[in-house]
């Protein structure tokens, strides 16, 4: 059985947005919101006291969030880049920049059938490369990444600025879902990516 700590923890990361107790509960697969304030506030205190680069606040209106500490951010705001990917696109090419070269169809177990779309859009403004690799595609950055990003994803986090927001993009290890021997291969559904760097 997952960790409901673990399982919210991932949650705050993947949204783009602040989550609300109801949408935790429901995430975390509880059916009152006193053990999911419990949990909740169990992650905050243990996540923050970490010391770690991140911190998970509890907004005004209540959600919960996932973001770069204030006096950090401050810190690494000249590596700011500006792009015109929207934060779900974003999303995915953390997972990517983080655990490439990775499969096709990794990508879409996490993401959603969204992916597709994704990938296509950050293969044609030159962001990822796909490889063909038997009846599936593997997925990797690109030297134009590093030109806007800086290196891969590996230890490090990079942040990218988004529309006047702050968007912070971490790989999350093992977290981000391993890869399963069954995994349905991609087919000629899948979007294509393109091969050129």
């Known amino acids: 059985m997952l960790d409901p700590k673990r399982v919210a923890e991932a949650a705050l990361f993947m949204s783009s947005e602040p989550l609300t107790l109801d949408q935790l509960t429901k995430i975390m697969g509880f059916d009152n919101y006193g053990k999911a304030l419990a949990v909740l506030d169990a992650l905050v205190k243990e996540f923050n006291d970490l010391g770690a680069a991140m911190e998970i ?3 005004p209106e209540g959600r919960y969030r996932m973001q770069v500490r204030d006096e950090l951010l401050q810190k690494v705001q000249h590596l700011a880049v500006s792009t015109d990917l929207s934060r779900a696109v974003l999303r995915t090419l953390a997972i990517i ?5 990775v499969r096709q169809s990794i990508v879409v177990k996490m993401r959603g059938n969204k992916a597709y779309d994704h990938i296509k859009e950050l293969s044609d403004k030159g962001f990822v490369r796909g490889v063909k690799e038997g009846n599936t595609i593997s997925l990797e950055t690109t030297k134009k990444f590093e030109e806007y990003f800086g290196s891969p994803i590996k230890d490090t986090e990079f942040v990218i600025k988004h529309r006047g927001e ?3 993009l971490l790989g999350m290890g ?3 879902g391993q890869e399963e021997e069954g995994a349905v ?3 000629g559904s899948a979007a294509p990516a393109s091969a050129s760097g």
Not at 97 to 101: E, L
């Open 97 to 101: 920049a983080f655990k490439q070269p």
């Open 185 to 187: 291969g991609d087919g």
């Open 166 to 168: 702050q968007t912070t």
């Open 174 to 176: 093992d977290e981000i």
């Open 57 to 59: 606040v509890r907004t």
